[in-house]
């Protein structure tokens, strides 16, 4: 009989979750998050609070279990927010702690190798939120972008920007999952923002943005169109590596 | 800033900029201090990229367009009739400040037409840089192009400054240049790249004494090549790269397939097709010299003189050399597995660490993503099944080419379009 494990969506429930399975021996579990439950026509359900000690010790026992590598593999495939993703990292987990050796590198594995592929997807979604932010300056003087990352990957950018731009106040908006980061020249810190019924995330309003911001985007776009080199074009090398669905916040794909 | 001025400048010399390939943002490690502006990681980031498929990292542009020579390859050639303009150093250093925090790109790659000598033109580059890094406390990427012919004084400051210099070959041949570039010198190519590699060394020896000795072009140096201007064959072309490689340590050679842009006889006619296919085939040489422990005699030699169109190199060498094979993917070592075509670095990584857990079969390496429609040929492992021994290497090939379709495939074939 399989039992239905409900926690809150963070990291942190996860690994208490984790640490539940452990202390009570259960052996066929189905981990869900909070507000996308699927209802087990059989088995009963149980939710799972978020416990910090908890989620401390799992933490630390994977630390010993494996690399650094190994340890940032668990966190990016759980930022990956795909379905049933934490009974994957769950088998890997029970995996690890089983086997006496490090077998983070066992490629032949299945299990393994998902976690492998799917942390391979999260950073890739990673650095590209790295090189598509497109920063907007607005009246306040604040650098303004926002994004819309198939995966949780705010978070894992955060330090890359604040070390990049510690000379100016910025704020990334992830607008599917509607919070934000912003830097205020000191710390970075998670904003949650209600948005003007007329805002478009797309257009660069002058009710919002400087004057110069419009100017310097269309040098912008004009630097990209005067890159091209007409005889070599090849569009499906493009979109492969743009794809079409981060065109909507690239200045550079915005009408002239 | 005069906007509508500056956009006029930028039409224009990012528009000669773009036939130099170079887009690499790598290589440099630049931490942001005092709250400045950008770092650098060391792994290049690519902002955009063109409709040609080209990496968009940095804002590459030309000082000027201004130039006085004449090669009869190059767009801002002095002959030629095109709109001419410049830069202010103030203007590019603006510029690239303003695109760099809206994240636009990790840097700037700074190009220029020849105007009065190279070393007056060597000089308003280093300032560029130099205000950047000075004024601006600005810690992204910064690649300097280094001017033929300028002094070493001036190339010692530029690598203060810069994270890579380069200086573009473009000819590698010394006839060809002589044949289409009457008025340079290939001397004047080879001393600044010279002078930059003994700082680098030098750089590297003080570090090791002086902990704070100040960086000196961190990202190295990189020349570029163009291909199917001058008549040179493969084995030129990569014999070249090869000395460039091995005498003046480079990080990267660039190859740029020709784009017909003169009506000169020297050259290919305009509306000849430009030679993408070559210059990939080109490129992956390139990266078996660099990653795979190939030495460029074994690919391109005095018996092969050109790439084959059809298959790639390592392949074809794969196929000239039959006796090396099948390996045995759970004993053989890196190299040997880093020469089994279908099997890249990546690959290799996956088979070395899987393979201490369980013998690897079939199954295994097509999970692990291994290209199995040519790896097969090449390889066994812990299974009966898929072994083929005894191909001649023409049966092989053939049995290959069958079965893959290659994106280039319309730029070799043959046959009519019946509806094209």
């Known amino acids: 009989m399989q039992k239905v494990l409900v926690y809150d969506g963070s990291f942190e429930g996860f690994l208490s979750v984790v640490f539940k399975v452990y202390e009570e021996k259960l052996a066929n579990v189905d981990i869900q998050r909070e507000g996308n439950v699927q209802a087990s026509f059989f088995g009963e359900s149980e939710e799972i609070v978020t416990n910090k000690e908890h989620a401390d010790r799992v933490w630390k026992g994977l630390k010993k279990k494996l690399t650094s590598f190994g340890c940032n593999q668990v966190f990016y495939s759980f930022q990956s927010e795909l379905i049933s993703v934490e009974n994957t990292l769950l088998d890997y987990i029970q995996q690890v702690f089983k086997s006496t050796l490090n077998i983070e590198k066992d490629f032949s594995n299945s299990t393994i190798l998902k976690i492998s592929k799917i942390t391979k997807s999260v950073s890739r979604e990673k650095h590209r939120m790295e090189a598509f932010v497109r920063f907007r300056l607005t009246k306040d003087d604040l650098y303004f972008a926002n994004i819309e990352p198939d995966f949780n990957v705010l978070p894992l950018i955060a330090k890359h920007f604040k070390s990049r731009y510690a000379d100016q106040k910025w704020l990334i908006y992830d607008i599917k999952r509607k919070f934000g980061l912003y830097y205020n020249l000191e710390n970075v810190e998670t904003v949650v923002l209600d948005f003007p019924a007329h805002f478009d995330f797309t257009k660069t309003s002058g009710d919002f943005f400087a004057d110069q911001e419009l100017e310097f985007q269309e040098l912008w776009q004009n630097y990209f169109k005067s890159t091209n080199i007409e005889s070599r074009k090849n569009m499906l090398l493009h979109v492969r590596h743009v794809p079409k669905r981060y065109w909507k916040y690239l200045s550079e794909k915005q009408p002239l | ?420």
Request: glycine share 6%; with cysteine; proline share 3%.
């Open chain 2, 1 to 420: 800033m005069s906007f509508e001025r500056i956009k006029e400048k930028l039409n224009i010399l990012a528009d000669a900029a773009k036939y130099d390939v170079s887009c690499s943002s790598s290589g440099s490690n630049r931490a942001n201090k005092d709250k400045g502006l950008g770092d650098s990681t060391g792994m290049g980031i690519c902002h955009t990229y063109t409709e040609d498929g080209r990496c968009v990292s940095l804002l590459k542009i030309l000082l000027t367009n201004h130039c006085i020579f004449d090669c009869a390859y190059c767009v801002t050639r002095k002959s030629n009739d095109i709109k001419r303009a410049a830069f202010k150093v103030q203007e590019v250093v603006d510029l690239t400040i303003n695109f760099y925090r809206r994240n636009y790109i990790e840097g700037l790659f700074l190009s220029s037409g020849i105007f009065k000598s190279a070393d007056h033109t060597m000089e308003r580059l280093v300032s560029v840089a130099k205000k950047l890094r000075l004024e601006e406390n600005f810690n992204g990427y910064i690649h300097l192009k280094s001017i033929p012919g300028a002094s070493d004084e001036l190339m010692r400051e530029a690598g203060l400054y810069a994270d890579r210099l380069s200086v573009n070959i473009e000819i590698p041949t010394r006839e060809g240049l002589k044949r289409l570039a009457p008025d340079k010198n290939r001397e004047d190519f080879i001393k600044p790249m010279k002078k930059v590699r003994n700082e680098i060394i030098q750089y590297k020896a003080e570090k090791k004494i002086i902990r704070s000795t100040p960086k000196y072009a961190p990202a190295g140096q990189s020349t570029q090549m163009i291909i199917g201007a001058s008549g040179e064959n493969d084995y030129q072309i990569m014999t070249a790269s090869n000395f460039f490689y091995k005498k003046f340590n480079l990080k990267r050679v660039y190859y740029s397939g020709y784009v017909p842009i003169s009506y000169d006889s020297r050259l290919p006619q305009i509306g000849t097709d430009v030679p993408m296919l070559r210059e990939n085939r080109l490129y992956q040489t390139d990266w078996l010299m660099r990653f795979y422990g190939f030495d460029v005699s074994e690919i391109l030699n005095e018996t092969h003189q050109h790439l084959d169109l059809e298959i790639d190199p390592k392949l074809s060498w794969a196929l000239r050399n039959i006796h090396e094979f099948p390996v045995d993917v759970n004993r053989a070592d890196k190299r040997m597995l880093a020469r089994v075509p279908g099997l890249g670095m990546k690959s290799v990584y996956k088979i070395l660490h899987a393979r201490k857990f369980r013998q690897l079969n079939w199954e295994h390496l097509k999970k692990l993503g291994v290209a199995l429609n040519r790896a097969q040929y090449f390889m066994i492992c812990n299974s009966h099944v898929f072994e083929r021994r005894d191909l001649e290497p023409s049966k092989i090939k053939g049995l290959i080419l069958q079965n893959s379709k290659s994106k280039f495939r319309n730029a070799t074939s043959s046959q009519l379009n019946l509806f094209g």
